[in-house]
Every structure is written in structure tokens, then in C-alpha cells.
Nanobody, 115 residues
């Protein structure tokens, strides 16, 4: 159906920036929305940001003003620009797609914010 592959994670110091990328393939035309989730050790997976096919964007309060989601339809990519990173942003970040066909997850990419 839809396949997602994340990249761009890594180790960054507090206050630093990272850009996560998600390559989207498969039945791209059937996607209603794309999102980024994250899961920190010992915590439940949480929604970070979404972008719908119509361009509606949502951010969880904890990342507003620091993170920016975007998509490049020509390249079949979705991005998460993360600025002013904090230790509490440390997590595995997952790309997510949904539509009438169901939903799909990427394999995740680790983001570690530490000095």
C-alpha cells in the first residue's frame, strides 16, 4: 500500500537543530494525511505534527514555534524541521500515513538531544 522510510536522526546538543525526512512510496494518491509521532523510553507514542492532503497542519503544544512540518509532493517527501531542541525531545521519531486504505508506519529514526 504505502511505504515510509525515515532518515535524518542523530545526536544533537540542546538548542541545536535537525531535519527529519520521510520518503513516501506506494499508493501515494490515496494518502489523506501524513504525520510525525515520537516515542521516548518508557513513554507512550505521541503525535507530534500532522499535515493533511489539503495542507492543514497541527502541532502538539510542546513543539509549537520550534518544529515545522512540510511536504514536497514532487519528491514524495515529508519533513520535520526541529529547532531549539531540548533534552525532552529525545525519542524515536516515526513517520505515519493514513487514508481510506488504512495506515502505515515507518521504521523510526532516533533523535538524541544531549550535551
Amino acid at each position: 500500500q504505502v511505504q515510509l522510510v525515515e532518515s535524518g536522526g542523530g545526536l544533537v546538543q540542546p538548542g541545536g537543530s535537525l531535519r527529519l525526512s520521510c520518503s513516501v512510496s506506494g499508493r501515494i494518491f490515496s494518502i489523506d494525511g501524513l504525520a510525525w509521532y515520537r516515542q521516548a523510553p518508557g513513554k507512550q507514542r505521541e503525535l507530534v505534527s500532522t499535515i493533511t492532503s489539503g495542507g492543514i497542519i497541527y502541532y502538539v503544544d510542546s513543539v509549537k514555534g520550534r518544529f515545522t512540518i512540510s511536504r514536497d509532493n514532487a519528491k514524495n517527501m515529508v519533513y520535520l524541521q526541529m529547532n531549539s531542541l531540548k533534552a525532552e525531545d529525545t525519542a524515536v521519531y516515526y513517520c505515519y500515513a493514513y487514508g481510506e486504505w488504512g495506515r502505515a508506519w515507518g521504521q523510526g529514526t532516533q533523535v538524541t538531544v544531549s550535551s
